[in-house]
Antibody, heavy 121, light 109 residues
């Protein structure tokens, strides 16, 4: 069973960089056909896809965040990382790590539990 | 960008009733790339339907999806107490690669 776990600081100051890590267990990290990425949800609001990374290292970003986002992977640790710079209060959200598998369909089949990150001084 | 609109915003129903949720896209979406999720308070979303009409593993058959092009529907045939939640549709394929609808809350009447 694939499991994803987000970790990182829960409080970030405005203008600083938000950094989160997703640790994947269950054996599918590093294998072809899977994309690992980030989705966020501001309190009481809907879902926004931030970006994803393929096992080969190819990245895909939401154009609305692309200038501030970097997603990377560490296959030796089964981890995917998110960096979002120059944060403001609008970046306060629950951040989810999620897996999408290539193929005939495209949807997120495994999700982490989510991590609330608050941007505040 | 393909914008997904969901209606109604809130659906107030009683257990045992039928729920019909709508997802409308601003442009045509491939049926293969339309999914539905359920989210309960404090939990991550979980996929219910993918490919517009295929149930994900472990999803009860009271959940069904249909539609094509720009109009898609999620139907819950008989609401169980655990079905009261927020439901999101999601599309893949246009920049941004993934977008979600704003959600429909199914509330207990």
């Amino acid at each position: 069973q694939v499991q994803l776990q987000e970790s990182g600081p829960g409080l970030v100051k405005p203008s600083e960089t938000l950094s989160l890590t997703c640790t994947v267990s269950g054996g599918s990290f590093g294998s072809s056909g899977h994309y690992w990425g980030w989705i966020r949800q501001p309190p009481g609001k809907g879902l926004e896809w931030i970006g994803s990374i393929y096992y080969s290292g190819t990245t895909y970003y939401n154009p609305s965040l692309k200038s501030r986002v970097t997603i990377s992977e560490d296959t030796s640790k089964n981890q995917v990382s998110l960096k979002l710079n120059s944060v403001t209060a609008a970046d306060t959200a629950v951040y989810y790590c999620a897996r999408w598998s290539s193929g005939l369909y495209a949807f997120f089949d495994y999700w982490g539990q989510g991590m609330l990150v608050t941007v505040s001084s | 960008e393909i914008v997904l609109t969901q209606s109604p915003g809130t659906l107030s129903l009683s257990p045992g009733e039928r729920a019909t949720l709508s997802c409308r896209a601003s442009q045509s979406v491939s049926s293969n790339y339309l999914a539905w999720y359920q989210q309960k308070p404090g939990q991550a979303p979980r996929v219910l339907i993918y490919g517009a009409s295929s149930r994900a593993t472990g999803i009860p058959d009271r959940f069904s999806g249909s539609g094509s092009g720009t109009d898609f529907t999620l139907t819950i045939s008989r609401l169980e107490p655990e079905d009261f939640a927020v439901y999101y549709c999601q599309q893949y394929g246009s920049s941004p690669l993934f977008t979600f609808g704003p959600g429909t809350k199914v509330a207990i009447k």
